[in-house]
C-alpha cells in the first residue's frame, strides 16, 4: 500500500468529484445476530484458519464504533489469529503524546477535551506508521480509529481498497460503565477494566453481564486511569462520534461494506460469536474450550 502521505495532499487540494466503490456486492446492511452465515456468504467472506494460505491473511479491515466499545481488543485478537498489524490511531496519537514531540502540547489539549484530532495531524501519524509497515515487509492490516469522518473515508478509498468494515456496537449504559472503568498498567502498558457490568432485561430488553478484565496481581498497584476517561469527557465524545462519525457508517453501508455487529456481553460472550459472523475460525480458542 503507498504511503498516505505522499498521496493526501491532492486529495485534501481537489475535493473528489465522485467516489469509485471497487466492491461488487451490492449495497445491503447486515445484522450478524439474526444472519450470520448470510452475512459472511454477501461480503464473501470464506473461512480463515491460523496457518493457512497467508494470500488468505492479507486483510484490509477497518473497525468502526464508538470510544471504548472494545475496537482494540477485538482488533488485536483478530490481528492475531489473520497475521495482519493492528494499527490503532489512538496508539499512535498516546505515542506522540508521550514523545514530547512538536505536535504534543496541541494534541494534549486536544485530547482533554474529547475533540476529534484534525486529518492533517492523524493522516500524518497514520503514513509514517504505514511506512514503517512497508520497510518491514508488512501486508494488509486491520485499522481501528480511522477513519472518523466522511472526509477520511473518502481519502482512504482514494489510495487503497478497503474489504470490510466491521462496525461494533453497544448499549450506551454499558458503554459508559465500560469507558469509566477503564485501567492501565503504568509499567506494563497492559489494559484491563474493573468495571462489573450487570445490567438486567426489563420491558422486553434482554440483560448484559460483562464480568470485569483485572489485571494479573504484579499489575494491580501499578493502574493509572486515562486523563480523558472522565464523565464529561467520554459524554463529549460519544456526542461528537454519534455527529461526526455515524455519517461514516452510511458511506460504507452504501457500498455494501459494512457488518454491523451488536455485542452480546463481555469477551467470553461476544468472541465466537463474532468470529461466526466473520466466517472465522480460531483453532486454540476451540483447543481451549474443549480443554
Excluded at 505522499?6 to 445476530?33: D, E, G, H
Aim: hydrophobic content about 35%; overall charge neutral; aromatic content about 4%.
Amino acid at each position: 500500500m503507498a504511503a498516505l502521505r505522499r498521496l493526501l495532499p491532492k486529495a485534501f487540494l481537489a475535493p473528489r468529484s465522485s467516489t469509485i466503490s471497487r466492491f461488487v456486492s451490492p449495497p445491503s446492511t447486515l445484522n450478524p445476530q439474526t444472519d450470520l452465515q448470510s452475512a459472511a456468504a454477501a461480503l464473501n467472506l470464506h473461512p480463515l484458519r491460523r496457518g493457512g494460505d497467508p494470500k488468505g491473511r492479507n486483510v484490509q479491515w477497518v473497525f468502526l464504533g464508538c470510544p471504548g466499545v472494545g475496537k482494540g481488543t477485538y482488533a488485536s485478537r483478530l490481528s492475531t489469529l489473520l497475521g495482519v498489524p493492528h494499527i490503532a490511531t489512538g496508539d499512535l496519537v498516546r505515542d506522540e503524546l508521550a514523545s514530547a514531540g512538536p505536535l504534543s502540547s496541541k494534541l494534549s489539549e486536544i485530547v482533554r477535551q474529547g475533540k476529534l484530532v484534525p486529518d492533517e495531524v492523524i493522516i500524518d501519524l497514520l503514513s509514517k506508521r504505514l511506512e514503517t509497515g512497508e520497510a518491514k515487509r508488512e501486508t494488509g492490516f486491520i485499522l481501528d480509529g480511522f477513519p472518523r469522518t466522511v472526509r477520511q473515508a473518502e481519502i482512504l478509498e482514494g489510495v487503497t481498497d478497503i474489504d470490510l468494515v466491521v462496525n461494533l456496537k453497544l448499549r450506551e449504559d454499558a458503554l459508559l460503565v465500560k469507558c469509566l472503568g477503564r485501567r492501565i498498567c503504568s509499567e506494563c502498558g497492559g489494559n484491563y477494566n474493573v468495571a462489573c457490568i450487570d445490567i438486567k432485561g426489563e420491558d422486553g430488553n434482554p440483560g448484559m453481564y460483562m464480568a470485569p478484565l483485572l489485571p494479573p496481581p504484579h499489575c494491580e498497584t501499578k493502574l493509572i486511569t486515562r486523563s480523558d476517561d472522565t464523565e464529561e469527557v467520554v459524554k463529549e465524545r460519544l456526542r461528537i462520534y454519534n455527529e461526526m462519525t455515524k455519517p461514516v457508517e452510511d458511506f460504507y453501508r452504501s457500498r455494501g461494506k459494512l457488518l454491523e455487529f451488536d455485542l452480546p456481553g463481555g469477551i467470553p460472550e461476544s468472541w465466537p460469536k463474532l468470529l461466526q459472523a466473520l466466517n472465522l475460525e480460531d483453532g486454540d480458542d476451540k483447543r481451549s474450550a474443549a480443554a
